[in-house]
């Protein structure tokens, strides 16, 4: 087995300095009776805490950790002797071949602890990390020449690992040294990892890659908790989902709970052919040749562009009620984190999600940030780090250090504006709002009955039906100016009546702020890079625990986009159809106009499935636009109209025009 030991000469003389620490975490030695050539070094990191290695003499089986001041597990493991090892986890027969599959996890763990005392499991599975890396600074897993792991991808083994968790870094089947093949979010993506819980747990095997020879996990609690983000956070969502005994936590970040909701919309798919093209990407770098192409070809086929339904397939793929995965079965506590202006995991993913774990009555904490796909470890890295270390400490090891007792709810409305609250939505209702025939927006369940029509523009996209001025492709209508701000809190909709002549017709509605403010801006992210670094954790040969750090990219625009939707309608004639747009949470200010867009074709935005000059009506008295807001909302004040001309929009307050994203 790959094994790097701590040296005996290392622990020998750790003795009296890692006594000393604990003495004085326990507050039986003063601070000043330290000498200085023996007080324990300052870790490298924005909050300073003391760090001493161990012996396995002063380790207590129970509780193989020290808490500090601030009652959080402290670095007293050395981090450089840390056994570092690899393991094939057998897995079911995954890919129909006949051979099981066998999985790769990478694991770092305290030599200390070794024999001693078992710990918990940070897991982080992932598609990405021999294709194209993980984290903002995309790292990849290296080895040693020996073949052993040296650099373990992001920040996780740096941080836990000195505080006496095991971390381990799972290669999802048909990625890196796994064997198998991807399969789009499906069984054999999510059984693949769910193999390594069990593993953990006793309840499969695993051997050695060099020897073949069964390797036991006797040095841990099974206690495990998953991260990730995007595709890492959509398989603890699913291993999640399996009811897998041993999973105590996951913390999803910018994750996906069904891939129906991520790859289209009431029946549009955001482009063609995407389960070839992701399974084919992921796999990409990976170092077991294995021949996928009929099992892919099989799998792109069954996701059936061509009607956009949701089938058998994506079932097997819906983790919130699907035929194989279900909320019902999650027994893990789920802390749920997600950029609201997020435009490649759509917010939906999360919403509903969430609405889901709480019909089960699964412990949930929420941070929802204004940014688009972005770990908070770059936008909000010394809050995120103390809670998420919070939070694993708790649900871990189970230490009371009051986490649960927090608000669970963190929304950035504005930027860098936090609200906190014990829910989430926050919504006192659902006010409704009627289009009329003049074009403004009115407050009432119901309106006139007055036709309104455009003509479908297969080349249009959203970003060019939201200005002023004469577009016989689209309808927009605006409300007057808000008396009071508003908060958007959920998902809102539109119920409406439409008609069409051609054989396929699709709509696309949307919500638009109106309004000169300071915004966090749709490029990049949101986020801008920096030249600067901080580390969190520690370090040791090439896997170190610096990252550059990442800003907000704010800005002054005329308006913001606050979600769309989607909807295919299957044959001529008219139809009733509720369209529900993109989930978000923010304030819009007084002072401020709501509008909305009517539109055909959305390009770049779906699949067109109506390439023709269609015309489009609705039926005003028949549409109702539903928002769920807190606030006063009782009128609004006349006045010149907020829309700008699409000269005077900045490019920074515009959509992304593209849907061709990967889950990274």
Not at 22 to 30: C, I
Not at 105 to 110: F, Q
Not at 260 to 277: C, K, T, V
Not at 610 to 636: C, E, H, I, K
């Amino acid at each position: 087995m790959r094994v790097h030991h701590v040296r005996v000469e290392q622990v020998a003389a750790a003795a009296v300095a890692a006594l000393t620490a604990l003495a004085l975490a326990a507050g039986t030695v003063p601070a000043a009776a330290v000498p200085a050539a023996e007080a324990p070094a300052a870790e490298v990191r924005a909050a300073e805490a003391p760090t001493a290695e161990v012996s396995a003499a002063e380790i207590p089986a129970e509780t193989p950790y020290v808490l500090d001041d601030d009652g959080v597990t402290a670095p007293v493991y050395d981090y450089a002797g840390a056994i570092r090892e690899s393991v094939n986890v057998i897995a079911p027969d995954l890919d129909g071949d006949g051979d099981a599959e066998e999985i790769r996890a990478d694991i770092i763990r305290p030599a200390e602890l070794d024999g001693v005392a078992e710990v918990p499991v940070v897991m982080d599975a992932s598609p990405y990390y021999a294709c194209c890396g993980r984290g903002n600074e995309s790292e990849l897993k290296e080895y040693d020449a020996a073949g052993d792991p040296s650099l373990f991808p992001l920040y996780y083994d740096n941080w836990f690992v000195p505080r006496g968790y095991a971390y381990v870094a799972v290669d999802m089947a048909g990625t890196g040294w796994s064997t198998g093949c991807t399969d789009h979010g499906g069984p054999s993506d999510v059984l693949s990892v769910k193999a390594v819980v069990d593993w953990l747990n006793g309840r499969a095997t695993a051997v050695d890659p060099d020897t073949g020879e069964p390797v036991v996990a006797d040095w841990t609690t099974g206690r495990t908790g998953m991260i990730g983000k995007s595709y890492d956070g959509t398989l603890a969502n699913g291993v999640a989902a399996t009811g897998v005994e041993g999973l105590e936590t996951i913390v999803p970040i910018g994750a996906i709970s069904s891939w129906y909701d991520y790859d289209r919309a009431q029946g549009l798919p955001f482009s063609a052919n995407y389960p070839r093209f992701l399974m084919g990407y992921v796999a990409g770098g990976r170092h077991v040749a294995t021949d996928c192409s009929a099992i892919t070809e099989a799998l792109n086929t069954a996701a059936d562009d061509a009607s956009g339904a949701h089938n058998a397939f994506w079932a097997e793929r819906d983790y919130r009620s699907g035929s194989l995965f279900d909320a019902a079965q999650v027994t893990a506590s789920v802390f749920v984190v997600h950029g609201a202006q997020d435009t490649n995991v759509d917010t939906p993913n999360f919403s509903r999600w969430w609405t889901a774990l709480g019909e089960q009555g699964v412990e949930r904490k929420l941070w929802l940030t204004r940014l688009g796909h972005v770990d908070p470890f770059d936008s909000d890295r010394a809050e995120w780090v103390d809670t998420l270390h919070r939070w694993f400490d708790h649900e871990l090891l189970g230490v009371d250090n009051g986490v649960t007792d927090e608000p669970a709810v963190r929304v950035e409305v504005a930027p860098n504006e936090v609200v906190t609250s014990d829910t989430w939505p926050v919504t006192d209702r659902t006010a409704r709002l009627r289009p009329r025939a003049d074009g403004s927006l009115a407050l009432g369940a119901r309106g006139r009955a007055a036709d309104a029509g455009w003509v479908n523009a297969p080349n249009q996209t959203f970003n060019t039906a939201l200005t002023a001025g004469t577009n016989p492709n689209r309808l927009l209508f605006r409300t007057g100016t808000l008396t009071d701000d508003l908060r958007l809190s959920g998902a809102a909709s539109v119920t409406t009546t439409v008609t069409h002549g051609a054989p396929t017709g699709q709509i696309t509605v949307g919500l638009v702020d109106y309004g000169v403010m300071d915004r966090v801006l749709t490029g990049g992210e949101g986020a801008t890079t920096l030249g600067t670094e901080s580390c969190y954790g520690e370090s040791a040969g090439v896997d170190d625990a610096c990252y550059r750090d990442v800003v907000r990219n704010i800005g002054s625009t005329e308006l913001q986009v606050l979600g769309r939707g989607w909807a295919r309608l299957d044959g001529a004639g008219t139809h009733t159809v509720t369209v529900e747009m993109q989930t978000n949470d923010l304030v819009v200010p007084a002072g401020h106009q709501l509008g909305l867009v009517v539109m055909g074709t959305d390009r770049g935005a779906t699949v067109t499935v109506d390439r023709a000059a269609t015309q489009y009506s609705v039926d005003l008295g028949a549409t109702t636009l539903n928002l769920p807001v807190s606030g006063p909302m009782t009128s609004f004040t006349p006045g010149h109209s907020l829309v700008p001309d699409a000269a005077d929009v900045t490019r920074s307050a515009l959509l992304p025009e593209t849907r061709v994203v990967v889950p990274r």
